[in-house]
């Protein structure tokens, strides 16, 4: 691998050089994003495919998740509701969670009385 000094001496001189040289490394970066664009398309319509095989040789079974995957969806809907629940007591200090003599529960009635109506 090349020292960063050896590719400062490699160089060209002229500012026409280096300017031919930048854009030349832009149109191969333009083309490599591209490349790399177009497979991802097609990396999505063959993952589409895979998945209609499965479906049609399992089932709609084949496309349940796993119980630990499912297990932690779950646990990150959870975490976005409290952090969502947080936020809202952050916002309305006086909103308290515990459960209003209405009977209706401490989250709706937060939210109820964030919003200002009854």
């Known amino acids: 691998m090349d ?19 930048v854009l030349t490394m832009m ?7 591209l490349e790399r664009d177009t497979l991802q398309t097609q990396n999505d319509r063959l ?7 499965r479906r049609l040789h399992f089932g709609p079974r084949s496309e349940r998740l796993p119980e630990e995957q499912l297990q ?19 916002r309305d200090p ?11 529960p401490a989250a709706a009635h937060c939210r109820r009385t964030c919003r200002g109506s009854r």
């Not at 969806?73 to 975490?79: D, V, Y």
């Open 27 to 33: 149109s191969e970066r333009d083309a490599l994003a």
């Open 47 to 53: 993952r589409h495919l895979l998945l209609q095989l």
């Open 94 to 104: 006086g909103c308290a969670r515990t459960m209003p003599p209405s009977g209706v």
């Open 3 to 21: 020292s960063p000094r050896d590719d400062m001496q490699s160089l060209p001189e002229g500012i026409d050089a280096l300017r031919a040289l």
């Open 72 to 90: 932690l969806g779950f646990e990150a809907i959870e975490q976005a509701i409290a952090k969502a629940e947080a936020e809202a007591e952050k």
